[in-house]
């Protein structure tokens, strides 16, 4: 039985205090995980469908087996989970800015933990996505069949100023220069569907769409929803 609160860790970073904490709710057995970052709440594992949902969306646009995917936000691992359980993925490469989460990972803390010993086939690599995309060849060529995103809350609001570019245009293009032939983004947002940023991804891609995903929300005894873009390169 668990403690009805728990601190599990706590770590100063550049980003602002980071809390990974654990509490169980009186009419439920199942411990909710939940992550601060200064005074943003991120996550918490009791919202977890648009998450597992937006892998889903983007691995059903791919065709083909030996899958190489780079899922760009580790958080509490429901998307990186989902992506391993399609058997075609033969490559999952995990970007996460923050060290301390990807130690959540290796070290078990979180019920949905992966990492490079639970599953051969993925790598966690510590590195600010945005910033890799503003350099030269950041992948050493790799071109990727799906490349899911789950790091700010949505394009109009984000984490950190440095992230703003990579919802225009020109970061958008960024973006599928490393995307294979028919290969398809996925982005998650908390925000209903924009449809300027629908129109950004347009001008990029093949195809762009903004799929709302319904879930229950039991704290507030009514239906939520997200969004999950998702836009395919020509195959």
Same mark, same amino acid.
Not at 109 to 138: I, N, Q
Not at 190 to 219: G, H, I, K, M
């Given at each position: ?5 728990e601190e599990?860790?706590w $770590? ?6 980071l809390?990974l904490?654990?509490?169980?709710t ?10 601060k ?9 009791m ?9 889903r969306?983007a691995?059903r646009?791919?065709s ?9 936000g580790?958080g509490?691992g ?5 992506v391993?359980?399609?058997?075609r ?9 923050l ?5 959540w ?6 019920p949905a933990?992966?990492s490079?010993?639970?599953d #051969? ?13 503003r350099?030269d060849?950041?992948?050493?060529g790799?071109r990727?069949?799906a490349f899911?995103v789950?790091i700010?809350?949505?394009p $109009? ?5 440095g992230?703003?570019?990579f919802?225009t ?12 032939p ?8 908390n ?6 940023y629908t129109?950004?991804?347009a ?15 039991p704290?507030? #005894? ?8 998702v ?5």
């Amino acid at each position: 039985m668990s403690a009805r609160f728990e601190e599990l860790d706590w $770590r100063p970073t550049a980003m602002g205090e980071l809390v990974l904490r654990r509490r169980r709710t009186p009419s439920s057995d199942v411990d909710v995980y939940e992550v601060k970052l200064g005074d943003e709440f991120l996550m918490s594992s009791m919202f977890t469908v648009a998450e597992v949902e937006m892998a889903r969306l983007a691995l059903r646009e791919v065709s083909g087996t030996d899958l190489d995917v780079l899922v760009g936000g580790l958080g509490l691992g429901y998307t990186a989970r989902t992506v391993l359980e399609d058997p075609r993925v033969g490559r999952l490469t995990v970007v996460e800015a923050l060290a301390e989460v990807i130690d959540w990972h290796r070290r078990g803390l979180v019920p949905a933990s992966t990492s490079e010993s639970s599953d #051969g086939r993925c790598t966690l690599h510590h590195g600010d996505l945005f910033a890799m995309l503003r350099a030269d060849d950041p992948f050493g060529g790799r071109r990727f069949d799906a490349f899911v995103v789950d790091i700010d809350h949505s394009p $109009r609001h984000v984490l950190a100023p440095g992230h703003a570019d990579f919802y225009t245009p020109s970061g958008t293009a960024r973006l599928a220069a490393h995307l294979s032939p028919g290969g398809v983004f996925a982005l998650w947002s908390n925000d209903p569907p924009d449809e300027a940023y629908t129109a950004v991804l347009a001008e990029v891609f093949a195809t762009a769409v903004a799929e709302v995903v319904r879930f229950p929300n039991p704290l507030q #005894g009514r239906e939520a929803t997200n969004t999950v873009y998702v836009a395919t390169t020509p195959g």
